[in-house]
Nanobody
Framework: QVQLVESGGGLVQPGGSLRLSCAASGSIRSLNVMAWYRQAPGKERELVATITSNGDPNYVDSVKGRFTISRDNAKKTVYLQMNSLKPEDTAVYYC??????????????WGQGTQVTVSS
């Protein structure tokens, strides 16, 4: 089994910054594509950013130029640096990993979510 633990959420003013972390643990054979999603009240969960095992990133248009996804394979951790935050960025942010545990096939694993609130 693979476990994902998120941290770094909180309350920040518009224009501020936050750095989210997601650390993977467990009987991990491989960590492949990792991603950040978010879900605001009354809205569907949306994909924010993805990063391959080699570090190639992709972003949804609404965060391009403001957010940066990165990963540290030695630490089995993915990060989301969020700059120039806007009130519309307010949401619960979820980490997802395409991973394979020992004695199992590749599956999607999800973190518990961390609240990000952007408000003055």
């Amino acid at each position: 089994q693979v476990q994902l633990v998120e941290s770094g959420g909180g309350l920040v003013q518009p224009g501020g910054s936050l750095r989210l972390s997601c650390a993977a643990s467990g009987s991990i054979r491989s960590l492949n594509v990792m991603a950040w999603y978010r879900q605001a009240p009354g809205k569907e969960r949306e994909l924010v950013a993805t990063i391959t095992s080699n570090g190639d990133p992709n972003y949804v248009d609404s965060v391009k130029g403001r957010f940066t996804i990165s990963r540290d394979n030695a630490k089995k951790t993915v990060y989301l640096q969020m700059n120039s935050l806007k009130p519309e960025d307010t949401a619960v942010y979820y980490c997802k990993a395409d991973a394979r545990a020992y004695w199992d096939r590749e599956r999607d694993y999800w973190g518990q979510g961390t609240q990000v609130t952007v408000s003055s």
